[in-house]
C-alpha cells in the first residue's frame, strides 16, 4: 500500500543535541512537508520541499533543517538551535498544485526533551 | 492573506446526539475546501472535501456544504459515535505548493 511513513514515533532529545526525524513516502509525489503541532494548536509549517534538491523556509524554519536528496524522503533535523522542541511532528505530501489535490499525512514522531 | 477559523473546543457530546463544528475562512481565490480528522497519538486522515461553491462533501456520515455567501464549511454529522472522538481540523486551498492552510482544530469527546 502507498504512504507516507514516519520514524520513529517516540524520540527523546537531551539538551544541546540534534536529532532527525525521518519521512519517507511512496507516493510518487513531488512536495512533501513537515508540521510542527503543539498541545491545543494547529499546524505550523515548518519547511516544504516541492522537489528533489530543493526545500522552503514555512513559517517557524528557525532551529530545524532538512534535505531532500530522493524524491522519496524528505528528513527533518531539529537542531540545538531550537529552543522549544518538545512538539508533535507531522510529515505531509501533495501530488501537485492544483486547488483540489488533499494532502496525505504520516503518523507522525513525538519529540520530547528530557 | 488566507485564514481558516474553527469553533473552540473541546465539544462534548453524548453518544447519538448532533454535531456541528463551525468553521469560516478567509480567501482571495476560490479555495477548495477540506475537513481533516485526527484520531489520538496519528497524523491527519482526510475526512471530506469540496471544491466549489454549494458543493457538500460527505463521508462516514459527516456532511459540509461550501457556502460562499457566508465563507463557511461547517461540519455536521447527525448521530456521532465514541468513535468519532478526534481533532478535526478545516482547511483550504487555493492552488500552488504553500497554499495549504489548517485551522486550529477542534477537539471531540463523544460519551457512551
Known amino acids: 500500500d502507498g504512504g507516507i511513513t514516519q520514524s520513529p514515533k517516540y524520540l527523546f532529545r537531551k539538551e544541546g543535541q540534534n536529532v532527525t526525524l525521518s519521512c519517507e513516502q511512496n507516493?510518487?509525489?513531488?512536495?512533501m512537508y513537515w508540521y510542527r503541532q503543539d498541545p491545543g494548536q494547529g499546524l505550523r509549517l515548518i519547511y516544504y520541499s516541492q522537489i528533489v534538491n530543493d526545500f522552503q523556509k514555512g513559517d517557524i524554519a528557525e532551529g530545524y533543517s532538512v534535505s531532500r536528496e530522493k524524491k522519496e524522503s524528505f528528513p527533518l533535523t531539529v537542531t540545538s538551535a531550537q529552543k522549544n522542541p518538545t512538539a508533535f511532528y507531522l510529515c505531509?505530501?501533495?501530488?501537485?498544485?492544483?486547488?483540489?489535490?488533499?494532502?496525505?499525512f504520516g503518523q507522525g514522531t513525538r519529540l520530547t526533551v528530557v | 492573506g488566507n485564514s481558516v477559523t474553527q469553533m473552540e473546543g473541546p465539544v462534548t457530546l453524548s453518544e447519538e446526539a448532533f454535531l456541528t463544528i463551525n468553521c469560516t475562512y478567509t480567501?482571495?481565490?476560490?479555495?477548495?475546501l477540506f475537513w481533516y480528522v485526527q484520531y489520538p497519538g496519528e497524523g491527519l486522515q482526510l475526512l471530506l472535501k469540496a471544491t466549489k461553491a454549494d458543493d457538500k462533501g460527505s463521508n462516514k456520515g459527516f456532511e459540509a456544504t461550501y457556502r460562499k455567501e457566508t465563507t463557511s464549511f461547517h461540519l455536521e454529522k447527525g448521530s456521532v459515535q465514541v468513535s468519532d472522538s478526534a481533532v478535526y481540523f478545516c482547511a483550504l486551498s487555493d492552488g500552488g505548493y504553500n497554499k495549504l492552510i489548517f485551522g486550529a482544530g477542534t477537539r471531540l469527546a463523544v460519551h457512551p
Open positions: 505531509a505530501s501533495l501530488s501537485g498544485v492544483d486547488v483540489n489535490t488533499e494532502a496525505f
Open positions: 480567501a482571495t481565490g476560490y479555495p477548495s
Open positions: 507516493l510518487n509525489h513531488d512536495a
